[in-house]
């Protein structure tokens, strides 16, 4: 079995070898063959079921029908987000270079069309609930990347990334639809082209203006972001769960949703200084900690169900505990799940696995799903690490 350190070498090493790009879990509609045929491309049920397909089979037969590896701007932020961190613990040329190299990606991406700096995916998605065109934008995308240029600022000064986060809440506030509740709070809708209430998507919108609060102090931001918090922390049930959203098909309790929920509201109250939310906090860890994982340190995907494994489940672990100052305490979890990842779910070649299930894995090297965020986990656990 191989050490955090030895794994995230081959992770490292396989990243770079693929340029940082790769397919995704959802970017089915990519296909040309698809996109060939106009009276199927254009059916809601036919795009629903192509893309479903593309998720849950578990070879990749992307390149059969002209899927492209592409750069998946969340992705971006991600391995930005990483490179920061792999600064701060060694502060080479070559980080600080990548550091660069991923801003410049970010800002390539980036889609003009809206209020505020604000990115998408790099594929037509179609939902249950909605559908969103290529590129169109997200607050979880926009979320991710507007934290990530934060993180590049705070090591290289420079002052278009911090504007280009600030510009990323004038998106959040001006072109994201709400949902009120009695009490004037509201839920972000999760783009600008739906209505739904998912929890996390909203949360995350929060976090972002929570944190450029903390550099700008303009209490517009830090207002809006508590009314976001309220709203969500107020749907939080007895035992500290919550759904994913509200609909009548969003009604699941998954283990990496419930880990965003807990790291936003933490934020909100760090950048704050609020600790209005505290309990909702701890009770709502103590839910994530005691639910999701084994005590052979397999980390489940449903709080009823084991399976399938998400190899973002184990990611979310460890920038969830190490978020809300538990990475010591729980550091035994955290190592075993960990262990039991790297033994189980990562190729020979450097890759993550993308789920492991009862009968057949699914071992597509996702680029955003499964790299981005496992690079990301081991740079927030290598910076604990070192802090001990």
């Known amino acids: 079995m191989y050490s955090p350190i030895q794994s995230f070498k081959l992770l490292h090493k396989f990243c770079d070898k693929e340029a940082y790009k790769g397919y995704d ?90 209020s505020g700096a604000c990115w998408g995916y790099n594929f037509d998605w179609q939902a249950r609930a909605f559908f969103q065109p290529k590129n169109t934008p997200t607050v979880v995308a926009s979320t991710f990347i507007g934290c990530a240029l934060l993180d590049a600022y705070d090591i290289l000064k420079d002052k278009k990334l911090l504007n280009t986060a600030r510009s990323t809440c004038d998106f959040i506030l001006n072109d994201l639809n709400r949902n009120y509740d009695s009490q004037g709070n509201f839920a972000f809708s999760y783009s600008p082209l739906d209505t739904s209430v998912v929890f996390n998507a909203s949360l995350l919108g929060a976090r972002l203006l929570s944190r450029v609060y903390s550099y700008t102090n303009e209490s517009l931001l830090i207002e809006e972001a508590k009314k976001a918090i309220s709203f969500c922390c107020n749907h939080q049930k007895e035992d500290g769960s919550w759904s994913y959203g509200t609909y009548d098909f969003h009604q699941w309790v998954d283990n990496f949703h419930t880990g965003y929920n807990l790291e936003c509201i933490y934020d909100y109250q760090f950048y704050s200084g609020d600790h209005s939310f505290k309990e909702h906090i701890e009770k709502g860890y103590q839910y994530y900690i005691n639910t999701f994982f084994t005590s052979v340190g397999i980390p489940k995907y449903y709080n009823n169900s084991i399976y399938p494994i998400d190899i973002h489940t184990t990611s979310q672990l460890v920038v969830t505990a190490a978020k809300l100052g538990r990475f010591y305490k729980d550091k035994d979890i955290i190592d075993k799940v960990m262990d039991w990842t790297i033994t189980n779910m990562q190729s020979k070649k450097g890759y993550f696995y993308f789920q492991k299930k009862k009968l057949i894995s699914s071992k597509i090297p996702y680029m955003r799903w499964a790299q981005a965020w496992m690079f990301y986990a081991f740079s927030i656990y290598f910076i604990n690490e070192q802090k001990n």
């Open 25 to 114: 879990p959802y970017d089915g509609l990519n296909s040309a063959l698809f996109q060939s045929l106009p009276l199927v491309s254009k059916n809601r049920y036919a795009k629903l079921v192509w893309i479903q397909f593309f998720k849950r089979f578990p070879y990749n037969l992307r390149p059969l029908v002209g899927v492209r590896k592409e750069y998946n701007p969340k992705a971006l932020g991600l391995f930005l987000s990483s490179y920061c961190n792999l600064y701060r613990l060694d502060p080479t040329e070559e980080h600080l270079e990548k550091i660069k190299l991923f801003s410049d990606k970010i800002f390539d991406h980036q889609n003009p069309d809206w």
